[in-house]
């Protein structure tokens, strides 16, 4: 039967009529597919980047925004892992563009103000966090950042609120407890500082930090043998630190505890060649026990280092 160009035309709209609803179902299986394949490696460079492992997580991060390019988690977590990188610049435009697509995302503002913090921006850092809060007002991370942020700018009492509001929001914040201490010797309120320190230890007793500056309000308070024994609880926790050596020595001296003091000095100047505050502290030690020869040469040392550092 031979049949009219208007029923073949009839005829072929037909044919399409069937075939666009399946070339729709088609497509949508597959951004689907891409999708799926997306949040996968954004499970996956999470994983790798909570293993240290950031170039293999940022790599799975852009992967998947190749795939899903609208996924703002997968570039403010890439943000966080070019943070850990210091790659300061390519945090903040992944969070950028991470709250850009999805505005109500807090952990993108909280990293991009890290990364802010990070270039010395502290009023733009300031700002993040509190849009952070506004979003979250339960991001204890948020408030704990924007109060060191404070301290940094002078704002005490701001710091040791936004502290106080952390610790409130979550008690077992060790790192709250820590800043708040800060905020507090800052202050002057040294009894205050030690018992937030105190604190921050006994939620994490591994934290050679925390003995360290607990070591230096003891110091403050005239309480030298704390002071020591902090600073040799820190030597304990990281045989490394030369302040630890050079601030244990200086609690020494104070004991008049000379030959002690000079081989912590000594010891923080092997650990540390450019400590100038070492060797001047070794030297005057060294003078008042009548060497006189080993004081000079310490005392120009230090000079001579404080020179170069302010070139």
Known sequence: MIRSPAILKKENMKHHVRFLPLMAIVLALAAASCSDKAVDLLTRANAKKAKGDLDGAIADYTK???????????????????????????????????????????????NRGLAKKGKGDWDGAIEDWTKAI??????????????????????????????????????????????????????????GAIADYSKSIKLKPDDAVAYSSRGLAKKAKGDLDGAIADYTKT????????????NRGVAKQAKRDLDGAIADWTKAIELRPDLAEAYNNRGLAKKAK????????????????????SR
């Open 235 to 246: 030597i304990e926790l990281k045989p490394d630190d030369a302040l630890a050596y050079n």
């Open 64 to 110: 998947a925004i190749r795939l899903k390019p609208n996924l703002a988690e997968a570039y403010s977590n890439r943000g966080a892992a070019e943070l850990d990188k210091h790659d300061w610049d390519g945090a903040i435009a992944d969070c950028t563009k991470a709250t850009e697509l999805k505005p109500e995302l807090a952990a993108a503002y909280n």
């Open 134 to 191: 506004q979003l979250k007002p339960d991001l204890a991370l948020a408030y704990n950042n924007r109060g060191l942020a404070k301290k940094a700018k002078g704002d005490l009492d701001g710091a040791i609120a936004d502290s106080t509001k952390a610790i409130q929001l979550k008690p077992d914040d060790d790192v709250a407890y820590y800043s708040r201490g800060l905020a507090k010797k800052a202050k002057g309120d040294l009894n």
């Open 290 to 309: 009548g060497d006189l020869a080993g004081a000079g040469a310490d005392r120009d040392k230090a000079a001579q280092l404080k020179s170069e550092s």
